[in-house]
């Protein structure tokens, strides 16, 4: 993926770079930001959006919001305008949840902690549309996985 990070926007220069190292890297804040980044640019191409014309940039520390733990910019370069957001994704961590919880005077914080890490098993349905689309040609191309 082509990420704009703060060092990268110092030097000038896109880098490509996994999500997974990203964060390994320190560059992205954590494993559910990336996701989310990695949502958007899934959705972005699916709608039309050429991978070599986007990129995610990283809020410099002085436009970061003060509830912000990191934010990104999905962008994508026109040839009129040149880079344009079209997406801002921010890690808002608790702000809003504290914020509530004094206004309210409510804790509204939830915290489990397991002695051994939880492993969940995931269960995916996958259609065999070899077996249904027969049964209803008619809206065969409803049923079309994309």
């Known amino acids: 993926m082509n990420l704009y990070s703060q060092n990268g926007q110092v030097s000038g220069e896109t880098t490509k770079m ?7 890297n320190g ?29 995610f940039r990283q ?6 919001a003060h509830y912000a733990a990191d934010c990104w910019d999905a962008e994508i370069l026109s040839d009129r305008f040149g880079w344009v957001e079209v997406v801002g994704i921010a890690d808002r961590t608790d702000f809003d949840l504290k914020a509530h919880a004094k206004q309210s005077e409510k804790e509204l914080s939830v915290y489990v902690s397991y002695d051994t890490p939880r492993k969940v098993q995931k269960f995916v349905v996958k259609p065999d549309m070899g077996v249904l689309g027969p049964c209803s040609r008619e809206k065969q191309e409803r049923l079309q996985m994309p």
Do not use: N
């Open 18 to 24: 996994s999500l997974g190292d990203a964060v390994k």
């Open 27 to 55: 560059i992205i804040a954590h494993e559910f930001l990336a996701y989310c980044l990695a949502m958007t640019y899934q959705f972005l191409v699916r709608v039309g959006v050429s991978p070599e014309k986007l990129r």
């Open 59 to 64: 809020h410099m520390k002085d436009e970061m």
